[in-house]
């Protein structure tokens, strides 16, 4: 499989690179960053891949006869990439967090005419698909949820991709099993902000910005007399590589827009 990386030159675009170039099975094949372009991705991401430089735009994976693109850019580069992907022919992976709800409709829409696959996740931690699974099943049980989500200063967009996902997921659940919106008693706001934002279906979610973080989140439930906190952490970005990888291996063989970890790893 011949693979392109999009955002090569970025905090998990670097990580892909080399996992890409670590995988036997896969060739990285063209690397785009228009910030770093001419750079011998040498350099940039560290691995020993000769005669390969950081491209400024898309169309190097044309050249390069990619068969694979992996998105982890800026939300607006994203779907542009996502849209020329569908045209092109091109299969995409993509991580990008803050492509709004509409814009991943366009894209279904887009990739189901297309010869074309996309997966896309907003969290490729095999960890994180299981917390919002085990949210998923705790949510009918629990009287009210909230979402704290944690990450390092260098993050865009707030909340979290992971913190909406979850939230959509939590507030279905409740949904199928008959409860409304949380209960949220608060009266007299004395500092704006201080309860979060509001998620579709009413869950609260607070977005922590801190340096030396890398990307965690805690759910937390309560219900008379108890609470359960279900919480994932990713040390490193490594851990998003084998769900990435195993992205990059199914993509051809799932029709259309595949959203989310879940159904790759069967749940
Ligand atoms: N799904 C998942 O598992 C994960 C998702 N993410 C998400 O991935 C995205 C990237 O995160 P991160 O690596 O930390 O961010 P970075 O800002 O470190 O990297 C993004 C890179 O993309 C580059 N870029 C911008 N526009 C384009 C373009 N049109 N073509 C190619 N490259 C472009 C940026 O360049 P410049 O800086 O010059 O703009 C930058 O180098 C975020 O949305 C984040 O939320 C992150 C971790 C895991
Ligand atoms: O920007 C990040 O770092 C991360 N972004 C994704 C998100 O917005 O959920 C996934 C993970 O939390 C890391």
Redesign the pocket.
């Known amino acids: 499989m011949r693979v392109g990386v999009l955002g090569a030159g970025g905090?998990?675009g670097r990580e892909v690179c080399r996992a890409v170039a670590d995988a036997p099975d896969l060739e990285l094949v063209a690397a785009v960053d228009p910030g770093m372009a001419g750079i011998d991705l040498r350099q940039v991401a560290g691995i020993d891949a000769p005669g390969l430089q950081v491209a400024s735009t898309i169309d190097e994976l044309v050249r390069a006869e990619a068969e694979v693109a992996v998105d982890f850019t800026v939300a607006p580069a994203a779907l542009a990439n996502l849209r020329w992907c569908a045209q092109h022919g091109v299969h995409a992976v993509v991580?990008t967090?803050?492509i709004p709800d509409e814009a991943v409709e366009e894209l279904r829409g887009r990739f189901e005419q297309s010869s074309a696959n996309c997966v896309l996740a907003?969290?490729f931690?095999i960890g994180?698909a299981l917390m919002t699974r085990f949210c998923e099943l705790a949510a009918p049980f629990m009287d009210g949820v909230e979402i704290i989500?944690l990450?390092?200063d260098g993050?865009r967009?707030a909340p979290?991709?992971?913190?909406l996902?979850t939230a959509a997921r939590v507030a279905a659940a409740r949904e199928a099993a008959g409860l409304g919106w949380p209960p949220d008693p608060t009266e007299d706001l004395v500092l704006p902000g201080a309860r979060g934002g509001r998620a579709p279906g009413g869950i609260r979610v607070h977005a922590v910005r801190l340096p030396g973080l890398?990307?965690h989140?805690e759910v937390v439930f309560g219900a008379v007399g108890q609470s359960l906190t279900i919480r994932h952490d990713?040390y490193d970005r490594s851990s998003?590589m084998p769900g990435v990888l195993l992205a990059v291996r199914q993509v051809a063989s799932r029709p259309g827009l595949t959203l989310g970890l879940g159904p790759l790893l069967g749940f």
């Open positions: 905090r998990v991580g967090t803050g907003a969290n931690a994180a989500e990450h390092h993050k967009d979290s991709g992971t913190a996902q890398v990307a989140q990713a998003f």
